[in-house]
């Protein structure tokens, strides 16, 4: 069946630094990519999206761009700021039928240090 | 536009029991999905209704159930209390079920304590 593939953290960078959190996924047909973030006691928040290969998703500093020959859907952003610190969440809606459901990877744990 | 909205958003309840959660979706929105987040299986899919129809559910025993009234809210149900079903359950609404062509946006939670 489908599956999202993410890093294990927890992930530690000091404020400014550069963040790559990798994210690869399996599926049949043409998923929908997403990014959630879930601050500490909080729901999930949409972070960004992609619906189909080589389109970029962008949103508060963060990238992420949907690869379809490397199956993955990587998130970046330049200079990370403490207010960051939360786990992140990769996640894919299968691309075929009526089927809303989201697919998740574990999440990644990102704390930032002033 | 008020957000999604969860009631209770703290429960503490005894194996065998049965306790019942209540989602509100935003308004104009047809889909409601929940999922349970658990520290070992992460975040998994519960089902998905749509105009008071079930479209999809997730692998889970059928202790676990739903249902979606005229007004778009929804109830999940989870009968004979397991330790193991402690968990944040987590809703979730969208405008339509056509897969990523619709955003999905979540509740805080309702946090889900068996003793």
């Known amino acids: 069946g489908d599956s999202v593939t993410q890093m294990e953290g927890p992930v530690t960078l000091s404020e400014e630094a550069f963040l790559t959190i990798n994210c690869t996924y399996t599926?049949?047909?043409?998923?929908?990519l997403f990014w959630y973030v879930q601050y500490p006691g909080e729901g999930l928040q949409l972070l960004l999206k992609a619906t189909k290969a080589d389109d970029k998703g962008s949103n508060k500093g963060f990238e992420a761009t949907y690869r379809k020959e490397t199956t993955s859907f990587h998130l970046e952003k330049g200079s990370v700021q403490v207010s960051d610190s939360a786990v992140y969440f990769c996640?894919?809606?299968?691309?075929?039928?009526?089927?809303?459901?989201?697919?998740f990877g574990k999440g990644t744990k990102l704390s930032v240090k002033p | 536009k008020a957000g999604v909205t969860q009631t209770p958003r703290y429960l503490i309840k005894t194996r065998g029991q049965q306790v019942t959660l209540s989602c509100s979706p935003i308004s104009g929105h047809r889909s409601v999905s929940w999922y349970q987040q658990t520290p070992g299986q992460g975040l998994q899919f519960l089902f998905e209704?749509?105009?008071?129809?079930?479209?999809n559910k997730g692998n889970f025993p059928g202790r676990f159930s739903g249902r979606q009234f005229s007004n778009s809210r929804s109830e999940m149900n989870v009968s004979t209390l397991e330790l193991g079903d402690s968990a944040l359950y987590l809703c979730?609404?969208?405008?339509?079920?056509?897969?990523?062509?619709?955003?999905?946006?979540f509740g805080p939670g309702t946090r889900l304590t068996v003793t």
């Open positions: 599926a049949t047909g043409y998923p929908s």
């Open positions: 979730a609404s969208s405008l339509s079920s056509s897969g990523g062509a619709y955003e999905q946006y």
């Open positions: 209704y749509f105009s008071e129809t079930q479209r």
């Open positions: 996640a894919l809606t299968p691309g075929t039928g009526s089927q809303g459901n989201l697919i």
